[in-house]
């Protein structure tokens, strides 16, 4: 049950990431998929996102590891 909690707070903490993207605070985002990482270090679409705006930062290396 708290695993799946874990993952509820994590897609939370996702889409305020991508909502944060959307008008355009980067660094918000980053803060938030990061949250949404540490509460559940499996949870892909945080990678895919982080990796977004890390390749929109110019940060390829990073991106390129968050997409692997």
Not at 16 to 45: I, N, Q, T
């Given at each position: 049950?708290?695993?799946?909690?874990?993952?509820?707070?994590?897609?939370?903490?996702?889409?305020?990431?991508?909502?944060?993207?959307?008008?355009?605070?980067?660094?918000?985002?980053?803060?938030?998929?990061?949250?949404?990482?540490?509460?559940?270090?499996?949870?892909?679409?945080?990678?895919?996102?982080?990796?977004?705006?890390?390749?929109?930062?110019?940060?390829?290396?990073g991106?390129?590891?968050?997409?692997?």
């Amino acid at each position: 049950r708290a695993l799946s909690r874990a993952g509820d707070v994590a897609a939370i903490y996702c889409n305020r990431g991508l909502a944060r993207k959307m008008l355009g605070d980067l660094a918000g985002s980053v803060a938030d998929f990061e949250g949404a990482l540490r509460l559940d270090d499996k949870f892909a679409p945080a990678y895919l996102a982080r990796g977004s705006v890390r390749a929109l930062t110019g940060d390829v290396q990073g991106a390129v590891r968050d997409l692997e």
